[in-house]
């Protein structure tokens, strides 16, 4: 049985069900129950009572695209989101979120100590979004780097984007500041803009600052 965290599962010998909010390894879980009591058990030992309907992570689609118009064609908006489960605060759920034109083509990998998984591979249509990633936020400083790569598509008359690559290990700093609403997720967190355009630099300034330097 595939068990993932947020997932509210049922004791098949006790009475008493809550929600995963630790994979603790392969075989045993953390279970928190209606009184807040993390209880470690052995994954074997639960049963599934509902979780998240499952998403279509088909990496190809067939299916034609809708071009926006040109005109209103929008360039920009990659996000990396960051939101508490609905029935457990200790969870944490990450999301790509696209509010671009473009269709994505996103991956998303975990790297910790030489080791690679690969979580997430799937078409992100404009104005949706995909979860690719839970994590224990109790367990923040244990989090994998996270590596992201988009590739941009449009059936439009637009040159796409060039590749995005995205690297990072989350600390508890970059979630320390205050959440913000996220339409497309119906709900407030953590976003990590991954379009951020490239600073421009005033050729003028820079030679008069190394002037005044000197």
């Keep these: 049985m595939n068990l993932n965290l947020g997932d509210f599962v049922r004791f098949v010998d006790e009475n008493i069900e809550g929600y995963i909010t630790k994979i603790i390894d392969?075989?045993?879980?953390?279970?928190?129950?209606?009184?807040?009591?993390?209880?470690?058990?052995?994954?074997?030992?639960?049963t599934l009572v509902h979780g998240d309907i499952p998403e279509d992570n088909a990496v190809v689609s067939n299916r034609p695209q809708a071009a926006a118009p040109v005109a209103e064609f929008k360039k920009e908006g990659v996000y990396l989101a960051v939101i508490t489960d609905q029935h457990s605060a200790a969870v944490a759920h990450f999301h790509l979120v696209n509010e671009t034109s473009f269709q994505l083509l996103g991956s998303f990998t975990t790297a910790k100590s030489g080791h690679f998984k690969g979580e997430f591979a799937a078409l992100i249509a404009p104005g949706?979004?995909?979860?690719?990633?839970?994590?224990?936020?109790?367990?923040?400083?244990?989090?994998?780097?996270?590596?992201?790569?988009?590739l941009f598509s449009t059936a439009a008359d637009i040159e796409p984007l060039p590749a995005l690559h995205y690297k990072q290990q989350l600390r508890g700093k970059d979630l320390s500041v205050a959440k913000v609403d996220i339409p497309l997720l119906k709900q407030k967190g953590w976003q990590i803009r991954l379009d951020e355009p490239a600073p421009l630099i005033d050729a003028q300034l820079l030679k008069e600052s190394f002037f005044k330097a000197r």
Excluded at 128 to 150: C, H, M, Y
């Design 128 to 150: 949706t979004t995909k979860k690719v990633f839970s994590a224990n936020l109790g367990d923040i400083q244990l989090w994998p780097e996270f590596r992201i790569d988009i």
């Design 26 to 46: 392969k075989d045993t879980i953390g279970v928190t129950d209606s009184n807040d009591f993390e209880i470690p058990v052995q994954a074997s030992k639960v």
